[in-house]
C-alpha cells in the first residue's frame, strides 16, 4: 500500500494545501508524493492530528478536453504543506444561513469538466524539503489528493464556515488534470455543485455559483485568502473555491499552466518576485452563489 504525500498547493494557516498527490492504493506515485497539502492558510484545517490515513484512489469522472491555453508539459512535484501544531478547538457551529457543503460533483459547462469530487483526508506532511529554499517544520499535515482528479475536505476546516473548497492537479505525470482546464474559465461562467451540508445533513443537487474573481497566490497569501480570519470574514453566502497548482516549486521549475493567460486573468497576490524558485505558485477560483 503505497501512501504519499507531496506537496503542491496551499497553506491554511491550521493545513496547507500544496496539492499533494497522496496515493494510497497499491500502485506506484510516479513521482514520489503528490498530493492535495494544506499548508497553513487557506484554511485552518481541521486540528485533529490524525496519522496517515489510507484514502481510495478512485478516478474521477471527468469529461477531457484537450486545453486551449498553451502551457509546458511540466510533470508536477506537489509537496505537502506544513500546517502549525493543531490546538484544541470548539466543534464547528455554523451560524444561521451558513452551510458546510462537502461536494460530491462539480459541473463547468463553459470547460466540459463534470467530475466526482473525491474525499481528502488529512494525513502526516512527507515531502521532502526542496534543495535550496527553507525547510518544511516537522509534524506538518496535509491533505491527500487523487493523482487524476479533485477533492474536498472530508471534515469541516476552520476558517472556511460557508464555503466549498475543491482542489485538484494541474497536471501529474505529464498528463492534464481536471484542474488543467481551470486557466481558461472567464468571471461569469456557471460552476455547479452536488453535495451535502455537513451539519444538516440536506442535500444539495445542482447549486448554482457564478465566477467572480481569480487569482494568483504562493503558499502563504492563498492561506490568507482562503481562510477566514474572524466570523466577520465569513461571506454572506455560500461560495465555491477552486484551486489548482500553477507553477512547483525548485530551480528550473517552468510554468504548469500558460503564464500569460494567467497573469492577465487573475489578481496576482504573490508578494515579491514571482520568480523566486521557493515559491509555489497556485491559482485560485472563486465563485458565488447565484
Not at 499533494?20 to 485533529?48: D, K, L, M, N, V
Not at 512527507?126 to 479533485?150: K, L
Not at 475536505?153 to 476558517?159: L, Q, R, Y
Request: include cysteine.
Amino acid at each position: 500500500m503505497l501512501r504519499c504525500a507531496r506537496r503542491a498547493f496551499l497553506a491554511l494557516p491550521a493545513l496547507l494545501v500544496t496539492l499533494t498527490i497522496a496515493c494510497t492504493a497499491g500502485g506506484s506515485s510516479g513521482t514520489s508524493t503528490p498530493a492535495a497539502t494544506t499548508s497553513t492558510e487557506p484554511s485552518r484545517t481541521s486540528s485533529a492530528a490524525t496519522p496517515a490515513i489510507e484514502v481510495p484512489t478512485t478516478t474521477t469522472a471527468a469529461t477531457t478536453a484537450s486545453p486551449t491555453a498553451t502551457a509546458t508539459a511540466v510533470t508536477p512535484t506537489p509537496k505537502a504543506t506544513a500546517a502549525p501544531t493543531p490546538q484544541p478547538t470548539p466543534p464547528l457551529i455554523p451560524q444561521p444561513g451558513q452551510a458546510s457543503i462537502r461536494a460530491s460533483r462539480l459541473a463547468i459547462p463553459a470547460l466540459g469538466i463534470d467530475a466526482v469530487v473525491q474525499a481528502s483526508q488529512v494525513v502526516l506532511d512527507t515531502s521532502p524539503t526542496t534543495p535550496g529554499c527553507p525547510p518544511t517544520p516537522p509534524g506538518q499535515e496535509t491533505f491527500t489528493v487523487p493523482e487524476q482528479g479533485i477533492a474536498t475536505p472530508v471534515a469541516a476546516i476552520e476558517g472556511l464556515e460557508n464555503k466549498a473548497w475543491i482542489f485538484g492537479h494541474s497536471r501529474w505525470l505529464g498528463a492534464p488534470g481536471v484542474f488543467y482546464r481551470l486557466q481558461d474559465i472567464n468571471v461569469g461562467d456557471e460552476v455547479f455543485i452536488d453535495g451535502v451540508d455537513r451539519t444538516t445533513g440536506e442535500r444539495l443537487a445542482g447549486r448554482r455559483f457564478v465566477v467572480d474573481g481569480l487569482y494568483l497566490a504562493d503558499i502563504e497569501s492563498g492561506g490568507r485568502l482562503v481562510t477566514a480570519g474572524s466570523a466577520a470574514e465569513t461571506p454572506a453566502k455560500p461560495v465555491v473555491i477552486l484551486q489548482t497548482s500553477v507553477r512547483e516549486d525548485g530551480a528550473g521549475k517552468q510554468w504548469i499552466l500558460d503564464r500569460q493567460t494567467v497573469i492577465a486573468k487573475s489578481r496576482n497576490l504573490v508578494e515579491g518576485d514571482l520568480n523566486d524558485p521557493c515559491k509555489y505558485l497556485l491559482l485560485f477560483v472563486f465563485a458565488k452563489a447565484s
